[in-house]
């Protein structure tokens, strides 16, 4: 029987807006990787909804590879939309923090509503 926890990945899907984009930290001596950030905003739903829970913007960084041209899509408040495996962690002022490594990306105007 195949593990179902198999299947189950930490992956994220964000659609949000481009703070800022710096080069990745990471990986100082490659100049196409990159750095979204952005403080993603979390929606309420139905199911997942319970008052007594105060969700506040959560600061996102998005590690990715963009050529130069499509780097220059991705101006502050640009809307984006980013699919990949995240990580999260609380920083020392105590708030969350994601990092995700960006599998895609759909620049801002590749989206349609």
Known sequence: MPSTLAKLA????IRDFVDYVLADRTRPQTGNYVEIHTD?????EDEFYDSGI?????HTC?????????RD????????YAQGRFSAAVTTENK????VKALGL???NFISF
């Open 10 to 13: 930490n992956t994220i899907h």
């Open 40 to 44: 993603v905003t979390v929606f309420q």
């Open 54 to 58: 105060t969700v506040e913007p959560i």
């Open 62 to 70: 998005i590690h990715a590879y963009l050529t130069e041209s499509e």
């Open 73 to 80: 899509l991705y101006t502050t408040d640009a809307f984006f």
């Open 96 to 99: 969350l923090e994601v990092t």
């Open 106 to 108: 759909k620049p801002p």
